[in-house]
């Protein structure tokens, strides 16, 4: 991958269960852990905790870097 060109990024499948639901201004952090990167392709299990540090949702998601 080089500076001058742009990578663009697609996202290839999500598996994402989800528990508790966000309402309008809730303030949520997500959590990413990468579980590999090779061949450009990235899979992260990812989770999303709330203010009070429920667990909202969590699952898989991975994607590709395409260098055009």
Request: hydrophobic share 40%; glycine share 2%.
């Amino acid at each position: 991958i080089s500076i001058s060109v742009k990578p663009q990024i697609a996202l290839t499948s999500n598996v994402v269960d989800f528990y508790v639901p966000v309402l309008p201004n809730e303030k949520v952090t997500v959590i990413s852990e990468k579980e590999y990167f090779r061949f450009n392709k990235l899979k992260c299990n990812v989770k999303m905790i709330n203010s009070k540090d429920e667990l909202v949702c969590r699952g898989t998601i991975s994607g590709m870097i395409i260098v055009k």
